[in-house]
């Protein structure tokens, strides 16, 4: 031990090549250490930064390619899908009546009243339609006086009608005639192609003016 420690004094940092084997050793592995370490930081480090990234990128890729083949397997499967739902929407359209299949509708929904002998108090359309996106609502203040059973018999009947109508806002009160029931009818229709592509304008406009 003692002579490895004599080799380290004395020693000439400017003639490194006069140094003891030990010294000189461990300076080579020294310099080799910092030659590494500055390739490392200077070069590699890059180098394993975007190797991680095309490995990361690979299994984005191969998870996206194992996505589509499956989608590719299943496409029969999903056009027999779209059509199961083109022929659900299509039958749940006919169900919304066009405009001039609204009048009818609301003597059909005054007549389920008074077939089940309910008195109205109010029957009162709203003065304008909500749009949507391919239909239009028409909210209908009900107020109706009548027993219990001739209500309920009434809010069936509303649901079994050949067009879409739903009961909102339920409200039943007693009175000296039976009983009140206070609702909101909403009937729809759907809108025509005027109205849709009108519908689709406005809504184009409005982003546009939006963004300004």
Known sequence: MKALIEQFKNLNPKDPGAWPPLPKALALL?????????AYFGDWQGQLEALD????????????FVKKKQQAINLDLHR???????????????????????????????QAGLGRGLQFDLFKPAPQE??????AELPIQ???VGTYHDIG??????????RIVTL??????TSKDGLTMDAVAKTFRYLDDDEVAAQRKNAALAKKAAKK
Request: charged residues 25%.
């Open 30 to 38: 020294g310099l080799f250490a910092a030659i590494l370490v500055g």
């Open 53 to 64: 990234a095309g490995h990361v990128e690979e299994q984005r890729l191969k998870d996206d």
């Open 80 to 110: 027999q899908q779209l059509r199961e739902i083109d022929s659900s929407f299509g039958a749940l359209l006919k169900q919304l009546p066009n405009r001039s299949q609204m009048d009818a509708l609301l003597v059909d929904i005054n």
């Open 130 to 135: 909500t749009a949507r996106d391919f239909y």
């Open 142 to 144: 009900l107020r109706v």
């Open 153 to 162: 018999q009434f809010a069936s009947d509303i649901g079994q009608l050949s």
């Open 168 to 173: 909102n806002e339920l409200s039943i009160a």
